[in-house]
């Protein structure tokens, strides 16, 4: 592990002088992603993402556990910055065919729970705790037709500094569920970074060569950090009309980018995809102690519709068990929305 942290550790005084301090490092970052996004570029995008497993996102197969809850701001730009043109060009394999590039600055939180969130006794000892994960970054794209690079850098904290607590109760009061019970124990404050590349690809050969209403898109890539460690790779199938030269839809874990900004003002777009992705894991924080699964499936089913500058999906997303003490599966549903101006 890169930085070694206790699964479980109640605040002290020093810890809650080390969060004022995170406290601070978001508020500069929040301060950096406006500055950048005042600027006039030529084209300019933002997305929510909300991701959660309660019945009112995925009434077919609610949980409230483990991964249960996250939300993601994107702000995405295309500017002319000399670096980013020299990005475009670095050991790209199809760069001799045009390459579109684009930056996005982000600000997110992830918020993690044992199982019976609200009923302490029920909870086994091999599960995973109360945690948060506040954090912001920036990720750089480039494109072609075929062919698509992210690689995204975050940093935050993994702790109370996280303010997970403070929403999760906020929530289940807005909602009226019962209150989580047992966030005195939640994992202590933590740097967390983590550094991600991923490739997409457009098929072109064979059974999967694109039609009007079908295409296949390929993906593979890495994670390396104090958050996770793991190495990916899936397929993502499209039906639908008017796809374009994009590369499928987007997640938390993949915002969209460049694809949001190729797409056609003057016309409509809607698809239903399906995508399945293995995982090779090495490190997840939040499964710290646990005996973790070493390859993990995951699978999803949703739907995009475009129409003009807006852009809107729903997907519900299953996984096989993470840890072997598991018991039953995790799922979650999401909410995806795009404005380009």
Same mark, same amino acid.
């Given at each position: 592990?890169?930085? !070694?942290?206790?699964?479980? !550790? ?9 969060? $004022? ?18 600027? %006039? ?32 701001? #994107?702000?995405?730009?295309? +500017? ?8 475009? !060009? ?18 997110? !939180? ?20 109360? @945690? ?7 990720? %750089?794209?480039? @494109? ?18 996280? $303010?997970?607590?403070? #929403? ?41 060569? +694109? ?38 839809? @987007?997640?938390?874990?993949? +915002? ?39 390859? #993990? ?6 739907? #995009?519709?475009?129409?003009? $500058? ?18 039953? $599966? ?12």
């Amino acid at each position: 592990m890169i930085f !070694q942290a206790n699964r479980r !550790q109640r605040l002290n005084g020093s810890k809650i002088m080390k969060s $004022k301090g995170f406290g601070r490092a978001v508020r500069w970052s929040l301060l950096f992603i406006v500055l950048f996004s005042a600027g %006039a570029f030529a084209k300019d995008a933002v997305s929510l993402y909300l991701e959660n497993d309660s019945r009112r996102f995925k009434p077919n197969h609610a949980t409230d556990r483990h991964y249960t809850h996250g939300t993601k701001f #994107v702000y995405l730009t295309q +500017p002319d910055w000399q670096w980013l043109e020299d990005f475009s !060009q670095w050991h790209f394999s199809d760069a001799d065919s045009e390459v579109d590039t684009a930056v996005g600055f982000f600000l997110g !939180q992830n918020i993690y729970t044992p199982d019976h969130v609200s009923e302490p006794a029920k909870r086994s000892d091999k599960d995973m705790v109360f @945690a948060g994960w506040l954090y912001t970054g920036m990720f %750089a794209q480039r @494109a072609t037709d075929h062919l698509l690079d992210h690689l995204e850098l975050s940093i935050g904290v993994i702790g109370p500094s996280s $303010k997970a607590e403070q #929403v999760q109760k906020a929530i289940h009061d807005l909602i009226g569920s019962d209150e989580p019970i047992g966030w005195d124990d939640q994992l202590a404050d933590e740097l967390a970074v983590d550094l991600s590349f991923m490739r997409k690809q457009r098929l072109q050969g064979g059974w999967f060569a +694109p039609t009007e209403s079908t295409d296949f898109i390929a993906e593979y890539g890495f994670t390396a950090g104090s958050v996770h460690r793991h190495l990916q790779a899936g397929i993502t199938a499209r039906y639908g009309f008017n796809l374009g030269n994009t590369f499928g839809p @987007a997640r938390m874990a993949l +915002p969209s980018g460049i694809s949001t900004l190729r797409k056609d003002e003057t016309t409509s777009c809607g698809y239903l995809f399906a995508r399945a992705t293995g995982k090779a894991v090495e490190h997840n924080r939040f499964l710290t102690g646990l005996d973790e699964e070493p390859l #993990v499936a995951e699978f999803q089913l949703g739907v #995009v519709y475009q129409y003009k $500058k807006l852009e809107v999906g729903y997907s519900q997303t299953f996984f096989t068990r993470e840890f072997k003490e598991q018991s039953g $599966k995790d799922s979650f549903g999401a909410f995806t929305l795009s404005w380009k101006f």
